[in-house]
């Protein structure tokens, strides 16, 4: 059986882990914080909008986006939800939706009417939307700490001292 040490219990780290553990390999997780997450920023919930994004960033965003949103589907499926993303604007700003709908795809032009059926609260406020059907949500801290509860069925987790009396059930 193969050891493999894993440097930190941040999201690439726990990914890396969840991935050669459930293999086989005999894999330890040592972090030197008293917490996972690493250098994570999990302050507010964070999506995984692919499509979206493509407005602002290279195409390889969008490629690896879904493929990241496919692995934490097949990783953590409770946790994945493709409800879409609505992405609205105020008569004023058509122009504005416009070019956002210009720099990306995948998206559905929608009216009024599916707008507030999509989301009641914002009923009769927006006559044109861009709804994203397939983007991907994902709330990082619950994910985080799903895949960490995933690991700790196949991997070793060794903190600093602080956290070893903080995670004592992380710890074996």
Known sequence: MRRILVKGAGVAGL????????PGASVTVAEIRSQIGGNAFLARRRDARAWCEREGAEEAVVTFGNVAADWWERA??????????LVVAH?????????????TRNYECVDEKVVAALEPDLAGRFHQSLFFCS???LDPRRALEALAGNC??????SFSRRARLAFPALIR
């Open 135 to 137: 983007e991907a949500h």
């Open 91 to 103: 008569q004023r700003d058509a122009f504005e939706l416009a070019r956002f709908a210009a720099r």
């Open 76 to 85: 953590l499926p409770a946790l994945v939800t493709r409800a879409g993303t």
């Open 15 to 22: 990914t890396v882990a969840h991935e050669l553990a459930a």
């Open 152 to 157: 700790v069925r196949w991997a070793s987790f």
